[in-house]
Structures are given as structure tokens and as C-alpha cells.
């Protein structure tokens, strides 16, 4: 989709215009989330995809008028989804979270990224949450860098401040935290993370994607 785009659009030196390929990038950003979450895999997304391809050798916009999503039914079907680690999308929706904060720097193409239960799992073990399946909801997770590697005897929200801000061991080593600015302004800003925070991330993580999806267009 994307070749298609730059075959159609580029000039004769190879370059294009950024703010136009930003916009269509942003585009069929939101529309391959939302589509493939309930439609996962390439020959799922052909039938809507073709025809925005021969628009775009048109030169045509790319709109999706054929499948854009209702508010409240997109918004109902995110909050019903498991966000398993298992699922690559997951960790989609985590990167492309990450990414909404304006002060988020980039990050080395090279970075080893993990899932991280901000509420974590052993803790949940010591101090169950009231809904167990909170610990495993998109509001209690986050991309952090392999290297920061919180020990899991590291349970506490307390303990893992001082991983993502960074630290000097006993040793005199630096232990370097992580580039994610969402958990350096949590490690900050609070002194827990309850389970009150992970609904309330759950749903801003949530409301934040649908109103993407209305700012490019794709909602009815």
C-alpha cells in the first residue's frame, strides 16, 4: 500500500511531500489497527485495501468510505479485546501509545522492547487485584527496553520507580533506565499504581485511539 503510494506520488528526483505522506501514513495506521483487530493477516485487509490502491493510481485520496467505523461500536470492541501478550497487536497498540506523548524521543532502531506489567504479575500474586483480569488489561501495560530487566522479587510500584528512572548500584554501577516517557512521568508523578489507574489508562489508551480514528477520518 505503501509502495503503491510513493510510485504514484513521488517527483522525479525520488523525493515526496512529508506532510502528505504523514497524513496518509497516519491513515492507514488507524484503519490496518482497527481493521485487523477483529481481521488479523494480509488477505484479510486485501479486499479493502485493492480498491484504495487503484485510487491512488487515480490520484485519488485514500478514504476507506466503505469501512469506517462507528464510535461507539469500535470503542465496545476494544474494550471487549484481550490484550494478551501472545498477540503481536498488543504490542502495536503499546508502541503506537507510546508515541501519542509529544515529549516521547525516538528510540534506537535496535531496541529490544518487552512487555511490562506496571501492576506486576507478582504483586497481583502478594495483593490480588478486585477483577484479576485487570492485570492482564491494556491499561496495566507498557513497552520497556530488555536491559531494564526488572527483578521480579521487584514487585512494588515503589521498587520499580527507581528501574525506569535509572539508578547506580551498590557496586557503583549505572543501571540506565527507559527512553518510554509515559513511565518516567509515572515513576514521578506517583507513589502507586492501583487499580484504579490501570481502568482509568485502559480507558484513555482507548478513548485516545477512537478519537484517532475520527481525526483521519475513518469514523461514520
Same mark, same amino acid.
Given at each position: 500500500?505503501?509502495?503503491?503510494?510513493?510510485?504514484?506520488?513521488?517527483?522525479?528526483?525520488?523525493?515526496?511531500?512529508?506532510?502528505?505522506?504523514?497524513?496518509?501514513?497516519?491513515?492507514?495506521?488507524?484503519?490496518?489497527?482497527?481493521?485487523?483487530?477483529?481481521?488479523?493477516?494480509?488477505?484479510?485487509?486485501?479486499? #479493502?485495501?485493492? #480498491?484504495?490502491?487503484?485510487?491512488?493510481?487515480?490520484?485519488?485520496?485514500?478514504?476507506?468510505?466503505?469501512?469506517?467505523?462507528?464510535?461507539?461500536?469500535?470503542?465496545?470492541?476494544?474494550?471487549?479485546?484481550?490484550?494478551?501478550?501472545?498477540?503481536?497487536?498488543?504490542?502495536?497498540?503499546?508502541?503506537?501509545?507510546?508515541?501519542?506523548?509529544?515529549?516521547?524521543?525516538?528510540?534506537?532502531?535496535?531496541?529490544?522492547?518487552?512487555?511490562?506489567?506496571?501492576?506486576? $504479575?507478582?504483586?497481583?500474586?502478594?495483593?490480588?487485584?478486585?477483577? #484479576?483480569?485487570?492485570?492482564?488489561?491494556?491499561?496495566?501495560?507498557?513497552?520497556?527496553? $530488555?536491559?531494564?530487566?526488572?527483578?521480579?522479587?521487584?514487585?512494588?510500584?515503589?521498587? $520499580? $520507580?527507581? &528501574?525506569?528512572?535509572?539508578?547506580?548500584?551498590?557496586?557503583?554501577?549505572?543501571?540506565?533506565?527507559?527512553?518510554?516517557?509515559?513511565?518516567?512521568?509515572?515513576?514521578?508523578?506517583?507513589?502507586?499504581?492501583?487499580?484504579?489507574?490501570?481502568?482509568?489508562?485502559?480507558?484513555?489508551?482507548?478513548?485516545?485511539? %477512537?478519537? &484517532?480514528?475520527?481525526? %483521519?477520518?475513518?469514523?461514520?
Amino acid at each position: 500500500l505503501l509502495s503503491v503510494w510513493f510510485l504514484a506520488n513521488h517527483d522525479k528526483d525520488e523525493s515526496c511531500d512529508e506532510a502528505v505522506l504523514y497524513e496518509f501514513l497516519r491513515l492507514i495506521t488507524g484503519f490496518i489497527y482497527a481493521y485487523s483487530m477483529e481481521r488479523p493477516g494480509v488477505n484479510a485487509l486485501r479486499v #479493502p485495501v485493492f #480498491p484504495q490502491m487503484e485510487r491512488i493510481v487515480d490520484h485519488k485520496p485514500a478514504e476507506f468510505s466503505a469501512y469506517r467505523f462507528g464510535r461507539e461500536d469500535i470503542a465496545s470492541r476494544f474494550k471487549a479485546y484481550a490484550f494478551t501478550n501472545q498477540r503481536r497487536f498488543t504490542r502495536s497498540m503499546l508502541v503506537w501509545w507510546a508515541f501519542q506523548n509529544p515529549e516521547q524521543k525516538l528510540m534506537s532502531l535496535d531496541t529490544r522492547l518487552e512487555i511490562e506489567h506496571i501492576y506486576a $504479575k507478582k504483586r497481583n500474586d502478594v495483593t490480588p487485584l478486585s477483577d #484479576p483480569s485487570h492485570v492482564e488489561a491494556l491499561g496495566n501495560k507498557a513497552m520497556l527496553e $530488555k536491559h531494564v530487566n526488572i527483578r521480579a522479587s521487584d514487585y512494588r510500584f515503589s521498587d $520499580k $520507580k527507581k &528501574y525506569y528512572e535509572g539508578f547506580v548500584n551498590d557496586k557503583g554501577i549505572e543501571k540506565v533506565g527507559t527512553d518510554n516517557q509515559e513511565l518516567l512521568d509515572l515513576a514521578r508523578t506517583h507513589e502507586d499504581f492501583t487499580e484504579d489507574d490501570i481502568t482509568r489508562r485502559t480507558d484513555e489508551i482507548i478513548d485516545s485511539f %477512537v478519537d &484517532y480514528l475520527g481525526d %483521519v477520518g475513518l469514523l461514520k
